[in-house]
């Protein structure tokens, strides 16, 4: 399978993202520059983390004009498993593909260390290899991953089971005290309603080898190989386990 | 027109005018003299500093790159060079703390691009007034916050440093930026303008006023009016710089460059006359052709502008098409301003008329050089003198007093943990960070191979202030064990000498004496020196900082999983000291923090010691019989024990030998536990392993003796078998890591 990993120019997460899926998992990666119009043969799309455009406006609020983005709303909205990781977040959340918006952290300062996230939901293409409750120790580095959306799109958020990982403690406890950067209900990483698009603080790239000080990162990426070998659109599954809690959006 | 006042606006000398007249044969007119004085600047010219620096050993099988272009560059095998450099940022920062700090990071970073390499690490030694003085904090973070704002935004990650807090730089802060890279050793490419009539191309951002004399302001003690030189300091965008790191790197892919400078201090002047005088050659531009960000600015200002993040390029006739078509898929516009000449004048155009010729020889080879009078300052023989016995403290040792001492050192902003600092840079980005900042040396994988490079910058000036010689030697030695404690072998080293002004005999021996001090223990321990940076003119109101000649090191490490950490692993592993304390307490943390003194002589160093001590340490690393190795400098014994158990939630129980060093067992027992001789390296191992560890140590001639084991949750240090220290880990790492975070978070709430 191929992974295709978007650059913007001031992407600087790339080739750690397509080193991660080339050389640690031995899967395809293409780089995938933001003036090219068409994803070629890509079965994942990864928006990797960076500062796409500068962001001196807002984070990644210059990169849904980029050439290469209405190719990835297609891909999207034809099921397929699209990642943004950090910046990729943030630029997720502009471009509308899913929900909510970024403020700066809580304290004002960028943040980068390991941390603990636990695993909310599995039915998606990225989390389908983790355990429900398990917790991951993986990365984060960032100065706008503060998290915010209104009560309404919250609680939307949470009754469709949205949101995908939260900040915890190494024991798993989801609290103030674990959550580096004030986020609403220590929002770590979301899904949009059909669950095949998850944006997340958080670096899984970071975390793939041992001699990086951990591996945890692995169950995320390793999921979407799986999800794509499994070749049944991610959004089927995603559809069938939650159409309980499925409600009419906007 | 140029008048005395003009020339000292400039800061040339009538003397230096003279010269100028003599290599012109006729008067200079205004562009004229601005372009001699940036480049005879002490900044360009390293005029004061030049004759001393030629002592310094340079050469050795493995370096590709020696002083002299944009930076050095090492052979780490495979084919591949690490081509690295420090560079100081102090006088921009001082005056603006956030944009002096981030355009000091730029700077090091285009640096080394330039060479062809891809950057791969950041580090920083950082220095500023007591912490809790008017103002530190307020420098400190913006410092902080300006290398995290272009070192994060550019994608490098910041792996380590060093930061230090001392009154004498509270006028005059430190900020010195490491950048490290790695590029193809047969693609390293050189900042030279050759081959007459290719074109020279600009790229990057516009020219505008900003930074114009930066310079100049660099080779001038500060005052009370220096805040109004704030518009001599430039604004960063890391943005544009990542552009251009990426289209430059990509145009080094094809054959069309001929040489490549980045336009850092003194701007196009200095890049044009250098490259030029490199390669031989010429180079002529019409200054109507540079990109302007402004209106109306005349030749002058064009060439002596600081604006960040430009290039200048010379590229083979034929090739412009090409190049010019990977500059604007990064929308970057790579500009046609002149062409490389036959006949060695930096000749400068206005919409054709010359505004500016001058040869290039004159601005570069035939620039002043200094030999300036030195002076051993009379006040070091009271500074040397320490009395130990006339020290207020009570004879009879008691362990809850000498758990207190520790616990203040361990407190001590200087000794703290960086934490709160480092958690603000990006230290993890490119995935290669085998070793995280506070751990030790940064150490960085190198992908596509096995190994990994080992970096420290280290300098202790109050040793240097004590005795510049040998201060500067502890400081080769410091960052060249931290490199060895991480397991790797060192190959290079860059330096950035900070000192005071020059033309006072006394800093000028400080200097001299520094540069002979490094110079030797580079040969002894086989470390060549391959580039720098020197920062002079360090003072406020005629105050001068201490001698401050920070060195970085860089090492290899043949596994990149064998690199080494401070850490303790885990329980009952055997703790081994390797080489002796002798108590010496000269220059040392515990003199500075409880007594309040900079006083005495530092510790001795024998460099064939320290050269046997980090072969052994490098060898035990690479056969895997150490389990975690710490340096023991700053804060003695006491100190890197505990933090070998910080982090690792594990104590240690140790036993050590007494120190007679005066009649007070008080005084003997900091002596044994603060005290910070030289040579030592606190190593863990497997019991099992212990035998093979003495064994090599004793074939190595260095002394090793095993002083305790690890496990349980304190740490305990008998002296002679009598308790002297006795405390919960916990309660030990507490200070050490609140100790800078408290003081900014209580500023927050």
């Known amino acids: 399978m191929t992974f295709g990993v978007v650059v913007f120019p001031g992407s600087n997460c790339d080739h750690d993202a397509y080193h991660a899926a080339t050389q640690v998992l031995g899967e395809r990666a293409e780089l995938v520059w933001h003036k090219d119009t068409s994803l070629h043969d890509a079965d994942v799309v990864i928006l990797p983390g960076g500062f796409a455009h500068g962001d001196y406006l807002r984070t990644g609020a210059m990169a849904r004009f980029s050439p290469i983005m209405p190719a990835i709303k297609a891909f999207a909205d034809r099921g397929g498993p699209v990642l943004g990781i950090c910046n990729g977040f943030q630029i997720l959340l502009e471009s509308g593909l899913l929900p909510g918006a970024m403020l700066r952290n809580r304290e004002l300062k960028y943040r980068c260390e390991h941390l603990y996230i636990r695993v909310e939901q599995t039915d998606t293409p990225f989390s389908r290899r983790a355990q429900a409750g398990q917790v991951l120790r993986i990365p984060i580095g960032h100065g706008e991953g503060n998290y915010y959306a209104d009560a309404d799109v919250l609680s939307r958020l949470e009754s ?61 990426l390793q999921s979407v190989v799986d999800a794509v070998a499994a070749g049944a659109n991610p959004a089927d599954v995603a559809t069938t386990s939650s159409t309980a809690s499925t409600s009419p959006t906007r | 027109m140029i008048d005395a006042t003009v020339l000292e606006r400039h800061g040339v000398t009538p003397d230096e005018y003279h010269r100028i007249v003599g290599f012109l044969g006729r008067e200079p007119n205004i562009t004229e003299l601005g372009i001699f004085s940036v480049m005879w600047s002490e900044h360009c010219s390293y005029k004061s500093s030049r004759v001393h620096l030629r002592t310094l050993p340079t050469e050795g099988p493995q370096v590709v790159q020696g002083p002299g272009e944009n930076a050095g560059a090492v052979d780490i095998g495979n084919g591949l060079a690490a081509v690295f450099k420090i560079e100081s940022h102090n006088h921009p920062s001082f005056i603006e703390p956030y944009q002096g700090a981030a355009t000091g990071v730029g700077g090091i970073i285009r640096d080394i691009f330039t060479m062809g390499a891809r950057p791969i690490g950041l580090l920083n030694s950082l220095r500023f007034g007591a912490l809790d003085a008017p103002g530190t904090k307020r420098l400190l973070e913006g410092v902080v916050a300006g290398i995290a704002g272009y070192g994060n935004s550019i994608g490098i990650p910041t792996v380590g440093g060093e930061v230090a807090f001392d009154p004498c730089y509270a006028g005059n802060p430190l900020v010195n930026v490491f950048c490290i890279g790695i590029a193809k050793t047969s693609d390293i490419i050189k900042g030279v303008a050759s081959g007459v009539g290719n074109p020279v191309y600009y790229v990057g951002a516009k020219t505008g006023r900003d930074g114009i004399h930066g310079a100049t302001m660099a080779s001038a003690e500060f005052d009370e009016r220096s805040a109004e030189k704030r518009p001599a300091v430039q604004v960063g965008d890391p943005f544009m710089e990542k552009l251009l790191l990426e289209a430059c790197l990509e145009v080094m892919q094809t054959d069309a460059l001929i040489g490549i400078q980045d336009m850092g201090a003194a701007g196009l002047t200095c890049s ?465 890591a609140s100790a800078i975070a408290d003081r900014f978070t209580q500023r927050v709430a």
């Open chain 2, 272 to 736: 044009t006359t250098e490259m030029g005088s490199r390669g031989g050659a010429g180079v002529e531009i019409d200054v109507s052709h540079v990109p302007q960000r402004e209106t109306g600015m005349t030749p002058y200002e064009i060439m002596l502008s600081e604006s960040q993040e430009r290039m200048l390029l010379v590229v083979k006739k034929g090739c412009e098409a090409e190049v010019e078509r990977i500059f604007e898929k990064w929308d970057l516009h790579a500009v046609r301003i002149g062409e490389v000449t036959a006949d060695g004048m930096l000749r400068v155009k206005e919409r054709g008329a010359v505004v500016a010729e001058i040869p290039n020889r004159a601005l570069t080879d035939e620039a002043p050089v200094y030999r300036r009078p030195t002076e051993r300052p009379a006040s070091l023989e009271t500074a040397q003198t320490l009395d130990l016995e006339a020290l207020p403290i009570a004879s009879a040792p008691d362990v809850a007093t000498t758990n207190r001492v520790l616990l203040l050192i361990l407190g001590s902003p200087s000794i703290a943990s960086k934490r709160w600092i480092y958690r603000q840079y990006d230290h993890m980005v490119q995935t290669n960070t085998v070793v995280l900042p506070g751990m030790g040396a940064g150490v960085l994988r190198v992908k596509g191979t096995d190994a990994a490079l080992a970096m420290s910058v280290d300098c202790n000036s109050r040793y240097c202030y004590l005795d510049p010689r040998l201060g500067a030697m502890h400081a080769l030695a410091e960052a060249a064990r931290n490199v060895a404690c991480a397991g790797a072998r060192p190959l290079g080293a860059t330096n950035c000498l900070n000192f005071g002004n020059p033309e006072k005999p006394a800093i000028m021996w400080q200097f001299a004496q520094a540069v002979e001090g490094l110079g030797s223990a580079c040969r002894a321990l086989s470390i060549p020196i391959t580039g720098g940076n020197v920062s002079l003119y360090n003072e406020t109101d005629g105050k001068a900082i201490f001698p401050t000649p920070v060195v970085g090191v860089v090492g290899l490490l043949p596994h990149a999983d064998r690199a080494l950490g401070r850490r303790f692993v885990g329980p009952d592993d055997a703790i081994v000291l390797l080489g002796e304390g002798h108590g010496e307490l000269g220059g040392s943390e515990y003199l500075a923090t409880v007594h309040g003194i900079v006083k005495g002589t530092p510790p001795s160093l024998d460099l064939d010691k320290e050269r046997a001590l980090q072969t052994l340490i490098v060898g035990l690393a690479d056969s895997r019989l150490v389990r975690s190795a710490h340096d023991c400098s700053d804060g003695g014994l006491a100190v890197a024990l505990a933090e070998c158990c910080f982090d690792a939630r594990v104590g240690a129980d140790v036993q050590i030998d007494g120190v007679r060093v005066s009649s007070r067992d008080t005084i003997n027992d900091a002596g044994a536990l603060f005290g910070e001789s030289a040579s030592r390296i606190v190593v863990s191992a497997r019991a099992s392993d212990v035998p093979a560890v003495l064994a090599r140590a004793t074939a190595a001639g260095v002394p090793a003796r095993v002083i305790g084991n690890t496990g349980g949750g304190r740490l305990r240090i008998a002296i002679g078998g009598r308790t002297a220290v006795d405390l919960q880990v916990e309660e030990a790492e507490r200070p050490w």
């Open chain 1, 160 to 220: 469709n089971r949205q949101v995908v990982f939260r900040y915890c403690s190494p024991s798993g406890q989801v609290d103030d005290a674990a959550n580096p950067n004030g986020s609403v209900h220590n929002v770590a990483g979301i899904c949009n309603q059909r669950r095949n698009v998850v944006g997340m603080m958080p670096h899984p790239e970071r975390a793939c080898e041992r001699l990086l000080g951990g591996t945890d990162g692995l169950v995320i």
